[in-house]
C-alpha cells in the first residue's frame, strides 16, 4: 500500500506547484499594480482559487501532499491580501486575527503546517506595526488605527495561546510547541504595553503620566486575573505578578519627587491600583507556588504603607518648613498604624490577611519596622523639632511624640515576634540612643540659641559638655540594669560607651580647658563612674545567658 501511495505522489513537481502561482501573481501584479486594490483583488483571486482546488482535493486521499502543499499556497495569498488592501498598521491587527485563526484550525484538524504559519504571523505582526509606526507617526486622534490594531492584536495572541493550552490538556501538541503559550502571552503583554504607551505618549501630559500608567496595568491586571480564574488558566495568571511590582515603583518614584501621590490624576488611579491588588490576589494568588504568592501579599501591604505615608507627608508639609517637625510627621501615621494593626490575632482572620498570614505579620511587618527604624533617623537628624505654632517642649513636642509612637510600635512588634534576633534589639537600642542625643540637641538649640547643624554642635562646648553627661548616664542606667538582671553584653555596651566618653573628654572636652563647662564636664563624669562602679559590678559569668 506504501509503494502504491509512493507511485501517486511521484508525479508531484515542486517547482510547478509553487513556481506556477508566483509567476502568474507576479505578472498579475504587472498589470493591475496601478489599480486602486488591484493587487489585493487579485491575491484574493488567486486564494479564492486555491481554497476551491484544496476543497476538492480534500476529498480524495490520494492526493494528500498536494492538498497540503495547495492550501498553503492559499493560506499565502490570502495573507497577502492584507498588505495590499491595508496600510502598515491595520496589517498587523489583520496578521495576527488570520495567525490565531489558522492556530485554531491546526488543532482542530490535528495538522502542524497551519500552526505554523500562524505562529509566524503573530509573530511578524509586530514588525508591521512598527513599520507602521515609523512612517505614520504618532496617532491624532484617541479612537486610531494603532488602539485598535493593538487590541486586536493582543486579543488574537491570547487566542492562540489558549488554544495551544486546550491542545496541551488535551496531549495534542506537537514535539517543541510547549514553549508558545507563555510566549503567545508575552506577545499579548507586549502588545497591550506598546499600545498604551502610544496612547499615553500621544494624549496624556507629562504630569498624568504615572496615573495613567497605573491605571493601564491595573486594568490587564483585573483581566489577566478574570481569565485565569474563568477559564482555569494558569498561565495567564503569571503576568499579574508584575502589577503590584509596578505600583511599588511608581510608589517609589513619587516619594523620590516627594510629591502628593493622589495629585494629577492618583487620586483615582492609586484607588483602582489597590483594587486591581485585591482581585489579583482573591482570583489570581491561589495558581502561584506559595512562596511567590508570599511576595505579592507583603509588597501590596508596603506599597499601601508607603503610599499612605506619602498623603500623610502631603497632608502635614504645609504646615511648616522642610526642617519642621511637621512635614516629617505626615510620613509616620500610616507605616505606624499599620505595624501595630498587622501582628494582632484579629487582624489574621480578615481577608487578604488570612491568606498567607506570615507574608503581612512577618515580611510585611518587618520592612514596615525596617522604614521606621531609618525615619526615626533621618528625622532625628534632619528636623529641628520646631512645631509652630506650639511651644517646643522636650518630649512632648510632636516629632518627640511622633518618635516614640515609631519606636514603641517597632518595639511591640518585636515583642510579638516569636523569632526575636538580638541584632534587631540592637538597632532598636541605637535608634533610642539616637533620639535621646538628638533631644539634648534640639533642647540647646530651641533655649540656648545655638544653631541647629552639625558644625554648630561640634563647636559648642554646652553641647559637647551635655553629650559627655548624657552619654555617661545613659551608660550607668545600661549597666546598672544589666547588672541587676546578670545579663553580660549589655553591661559590655554600657561599658564601651563609657569607654568612648572618657576618649571624648581627653579628644574633645579638653580643648575648652579653664571654662566652667569642661570643669563641669569633668566632675560629672566623675561622679557618675563612681556611683557605675558602686551599682553595676560586672555580672558573673553564669548569669550571661539571662534574657536581654
Known amino acids: 500500500m506504501a509503494s502504491r501511495r509512493g507511485q501517486r505522489d511521484a508525479w508531484v513537481n515542486s517547482s510547478l506547484l509553487f513556481g506556477l502561482p508566483t509567476i502568474v501573481f507576479a505578472l498579475e501584479y504587472g498589470l493591475v ?11 484574493l483571486a488567486l486564494a479564492a482559487f486555491y481554497v476551491v482546488l484544496a476543497a476538492w482535493m480534500r476529498r480524495r486521499p490520494e492526493l494528500g501532499v498536494t492538498f497540503e502543499a495547495t492550501l498553503a499556497i492559499a493560506t499565502v495569498f490570502l495573507t497577502l491580501v492584507i498588505p495590499f488592501a491595508l496600510d502598515e498598521r491595520s496589517t498587523a491587527g489583520a496578521w495576527t486575527l488570520e495567525g490565531a485563526g489558522l492556530v485554531w484550525i491546526g488543532f482542530r484538524q490535528r495538522r502542524g503546517l497551519p500552526r505554523v504559519f500562524g505562529y509566524l504571523l503573530l509573530a511578524i505582526a509586530a514588525l508591521s506595526m512598527l513599520i507602521g509606526h515609523l512612517r505614520h507617526g504618532a496617532p491624532t486622534a484617541v479612537l486610531n488605527v494603532y488602539l485598535f490594531n493593538g487590541l486586536m492584536a493582543a486579543a488574537a495572541s491570547l487566542a492562540a495561546a489558549l488554544f495551544v493550552e486546550r491542545a496541551r490538556r488535551a496531549g495534542a501538541l506537537g514535539e517543541g510547541e510547549d514553549g508558545c503559550e507563555p510566549l503567545l502571552i508575552g506577545f499579548a503583554t507586549a502588545w497591550l504595553v506598546v499600545t498604551a504607551a502610544i496612547e499615553i505618549d500621544a494624549f496624556t501630559p507629562m504630569r498624568f503620566l504615572i496615573a495613567a500608567s497605573l491605571a493601564v496595568a491595573s486594568v490587564v491586571a483585573v483581566v489577566y486575573a478574570a481569565l485565569a480564574r474563568r477559564l482555569d488558566w494558569k498561565a495567564i495568571a503569571w503576568p499579574t505578578l508584575a502589577h503590584v511590582a509596578i505600583a511599588f515603583a511608581f510608589a517609589l518614584v ?10 494629577n490624576g492618583g487620586w483615582w488611579a492609586w484607588p483602582l491600583a489597590f483594587v486591581a491588588h485585591a482581585v489579583v490576589l482573591r482570583l489570581a494568588s491561589t495558581e502561584w507556588p506559595r512562596a511567590i504568592a ?5 509588597l501590596g501591604a508596603v506599597t499601601l504603607a508607603l503610599v499612605g505615608a506619602l498623603l500623610g507627608r502631603a497632608a502635614t508639609a504645609i504646615w511648616g518648613d522642610a526642617a519642621s517637625a511637621w512635614p516629617w510627621l505626615g510620613w509616620l501615621v500610616a507605616p505606624a498604624l499599620l505595624l501595630l494593626v498587622l501582628p ?6 480578615i481577608w487578604p490577611v488570612r491568606a498567607l498570614p506570615e507574608a503581612y505579620r512577618a515580611s510585611a511587618a518587618a ?14 537628624v ?4 520646631s512645631a509652630a505654632p506650639l511651644p517646643h517642649v522636650p518630649l512632648l513636642n510632636p516629632l518627640d511624640i511622633g518618635v516614640g509612637v515609631a519606636l514603641a510600635a517597632i518595639l511591640l ?16 537600642t541605637a535608634a533610642v540612643f539616637v533620639w535621646l542625643n538628638a533631644i539634648l540637641v534640639r533642647g540647646f538649640h530651641h533655649y540656648a540659641g545655638i544653631p541647629y547643624h552639625i558644625d554648630a554642635w561640634l563647636s559648642s562646648l554646652a553641647v559637647q ?8 548616664a545613659i551608660a550607668l542606667v545600661a549597666m546598672w540594669l544589666a547588672a541587676a538582671r546578670g545579663a553580660r553584653v549589655p553591661w559590655v555596651a554600657g561599658a564601651a560607651l563609657l569607654a568612648a566618653v572618657v576618649v571624648k573628654l581627653l579628644l574633645v572636652d579638653l580643648s575648652g580647658s579653664g571654662s566652667v563647662t569642661r570643669i563641669v564636664s569633668f566632675i560629672g563624669v566623675g561622679i557618675l563612674m563612681l556611683v557605675i562602679g558602686y551599682v553595676a559590678p560586672l555580672p558573673a559569668k553564669e548569669s550571661s545567658r539571662a534574657a536581654v
Do not use: Q
Not at 513619587?254 to 495629585?263: C, G, R
Not at 494582632?344 to 482572620?349: D, G, H, Q, Y
Not at 512588634?413 to 516569636?418: P, Q
Open 413 to 428: 512588634w518585636l515583642k510579638s515576634n516569636a523569632r526575636l534576633e538580638r541584632w534587631s534589639l540592637a538597632m532598636a
Open 344 to 349: 494582632r490575632p484579629a487582624t489574621a482572620r
Open 33 to 43: 499594480r496601478d489599480t486602486p486594490y488591484g493587487a489585493a483583488l487579485a491575491a
Open 254 to 263: 513619587t516619594a523620590a519627587m516627594l510629591a502628593d501621590p493622589f495629585a
Open 382 to 385: 534632619a528636623s529641628d523639632g
Open 367 to 380: 520592612a514596615l519596622a525596617a522604614g521606621l527604624w531609618l525615619w526615626t533617623i533621618v528625622a532625628n
Open 294 to 298: 508570599h511576595v505579592d501579599h507583603a
Open 465 to 472: 559638655t551635655g553629650i559627655t553627661l548624657l552619654w555617661t
